[in-house]
């Protein structure tokens, strides 16, 4: 039987309390970095939140990227919406902002798709970690055209 078909209700404050608390966690980790910072547009409304990210390292060394994350009432059973709304040349993030990242997908064909075990923390850490680290040497993309001219050449890349 599943509870939640009963009461919508509930969940939606389960979901909620997961998201506090996941929140919490994650606004410690970041405070212990100093290349990113979680705001919030309304005191009230924790499920929307942006993510600026300024690397310290590589390619992106420097500059200050925004993100836009969205937690939907279904969460943890649906991962979070992400956006990059700064405009950037890179191979995981399309020019709409939309982003290719694995943990974001709830129907990955990898093993690192979203789950109802990952957290809203494992997100911001992917996003630093992932998209302006790792990403950049491995061989799936969004952006096509500027994948193959990062695996291609990668100096005139950036």
């Given at each position: 039987m599943n509870f939640?078909?009963?009461?919508?209700?509930?969940?939606?404050?389960?979901s909620q309390r997961k998201v506090f608390s996941e929140l919490h966690e994650l606004e410690q980790t970041l405070r212990?970095?100093?290349q990113c910072r979680l705001t919030f547009p309304s005191t009230s409304e924790r499920h929307e939140m942006y993510l600026t990210i300024?690397?310290?390292?590589?390619?992106?060394?420097?500059?200050?990227?925004?993100?836009?994350?969205?937690?939907?009432?279904?969460?943890?059973?649906v991962p979070p919406t992400v956006k990059c709304l700064t405009r950037i040349w890179h191979p995981n993030i399309a020019?709409?902002?939309?982003?290719?990242?694995?943990?974001?997908r709830q129907n990955s064909l990898d093993a690192f798709g979203w789950r109802p075990t990952?957290?809203?923390?494992?997100?911001?850490?992917?996003?630093?970690l992932f998209l302006f680290k790792i990403a950049m040497q491995l061989y799936f993309t969004w952006n096509f055209s500027d994948?193959?001219?990062?695996?291609?050449?990668s100096d005139v890349y950036i």
């Open positions: 939640c078909h009963k009461s919508k209700n509930w969940c939606y404050f389960l212990n970095q100093n300024t690397p310290q390292e590589g390619y992106y060394r420097g500059g200050t990227f925004k993100f836009h994350i969205s937690v939907p009432p279904e969460y943890n059973i020019e709409d902002g939309a982003i290719c990242l694995s943990i974001l990952r957290n809203l923390s494992e997100v911001g850490n992917s996003f630093s994948g193959i001219l990062f695996r291609q050449n």
